[in-house]
């Protein structure tokens, strides 16, 4: 057993978990990333930004660190910084899940708050424009995550995994949202020679990929209107993008859970259900991979209530059904594949 100094030297090195397969060979796997500390992969990418900081000297000894969040970069940002002696202000809103804003807390962060739009969506702008206002005022190290390089460079290690883990990755999903995730991985994967087909799965409501703008209830993915995109969105590397509703995305994180006993966030439900319903469409034998990029744990109160969809309008029991009739669909094509091959090694009897 290896014994480490720093919770920040448990990351990487998650495993991959089967969730599907089909009669044609293809696999659909998930890489459990949100079992790196703090329950995220976006740990990843906040030592990496810290790291970069710390080495061209925008971040010195005892020095603060401030950026908006929905939770997950803020928990990794956090982490890294009671390690290293920084002080450390998180940008929220009480759109975040509760668990991670009571997270942010245990780490030591000080959280400041902006008022929720009052048609109950995602205050990304107000959040990145107080976050800004903050680190003029006090000359604090202000990341900026969606155009901050280390944001991407940070998933040169998730990529690197891959390649030991499977050879190759045919086809990476993820929700989208800084970019740096989906975008990072498959960039460092094609560097190592892959040919990835990447695919960017964003809440219905969001403008990432000029959708009509409205309102969504997955955090951490999408952009709302008026939020600029940022530099680590990097379509040159996407080959295809999907929007997934609220309904869709959140009953793919409860079949899944129902079915391995492994919860996933909202956001990864939905590239579930992007992955899933295209499982046929990729050729016969493809590795597709999807990013479980944040933890269940942190939804029981929402994703995983029935009450708090309802109240939203986003419990949908055709959804759930649906997604269970994706899974019993491919393994029964698996059953038919493996028949198939036992008739065709079956000797035939030539008479006499």
């Known amino acids: 057993m ?21 009669g044609t060979g293809t696999r659909l796997l998930l890489k459990l990333d949100h079992l790196n500390p ?11 930004m810290i790291d970069e900081a710390e080495l061209d000297g925008r971040l010195r000894p005892g020095g603060h660190i401030v950026e908006p969040t929905s939770g997950n970069t803020g928990n990794g940002l956090a982490l890294v910084a009671l390690e290293r002696g920084y002080r450390f202000t998180a940008v929220v809103d009480h759109h975040a899940a509760r668990e991670k804003l009571g997270m942010l807390r245990a780490l030591g962060a000080e959280l400041v708050f902006v008022e929720c739009p009052p048609d109950g969506g995602v205050s990304s702008v107000q959040r990145r424009r107080v976050a800004a206002r903050i680190a003029a005022e006090t000359g ?37 949202g800084t970019g740096g995730s989906l975008c990072g991985t498959a ?10 087909h990447a695919v960017a799965v964003e809440p219905v409501g969001s403008i990432i990929f000029g959708g009509a703008p409205g309102i969504y209830h997955q955090t951490g993915a999408g952009s709302p209107a008026g939020f600029p995109i940022g530099d680590n969105v990097d379509r040159s590397v996407i ?5 997934v509703s609220d ?40 590795v597709v991979v999807v990013l479980c990029n944040d933890a269940g744990e942190k939804y029981l109160d929402s994703v995983y ?16 059904r649906r997604m269970d009739r994706w899974f ?20 035939v009897a030539v008479g006499g």
């Open 2 to 22: 290896t014994i480490v100094r720093r919770a920040s030297d448990l990351i990487g090195n998650t495993p991959l978990l089967e969730l599907a397969r089909t």
């Open 38 to 48: 703090t329950g995220s992969c976006k740990v990843r990418m906040a030592r990496q």
């Open 140 to 176: 604090a190290y202000h990341p900026d995550q969606h155009n901050h390089p280390g944001n991407g460079n940070g998933y040169t290690g998730l990529a690197r995994e891959l390649v030991e883990q499977l050879g190759d990755v045919d086809v990476l999903v993820a929700a989208i």
């Open 187 to 196: 960039r460092a994967l094609r560097a190592a020679g892959a040919s990835t």
């Open 239 to 243: 080959g295809e993008a999907h929007r």
């Open 247 to 286: 309904s869709d995305a959140f009953a793919g994180a409860r079949v899944v859970a129902r079915r391995t006993g492994v919860l996933v966030g909202g956001t990864t439900g939905g590239a579930i259900h992007v992955a899933l319903r295209r499982l046929y469409a990729y050729p016969a034998g493809s």
């Open 305 to 320: 209530d029935d009450e708090w969809l309802r109240a939203r309008g986003v419990l949908d029991e055709l959804a759930h």
């Open 328 to 347: 019993a669909t491919y393994a029964e094509s698996v059953k038919v594949a493996t028949r198939d091959r036992a008739v065709r090694r079956t000797p």
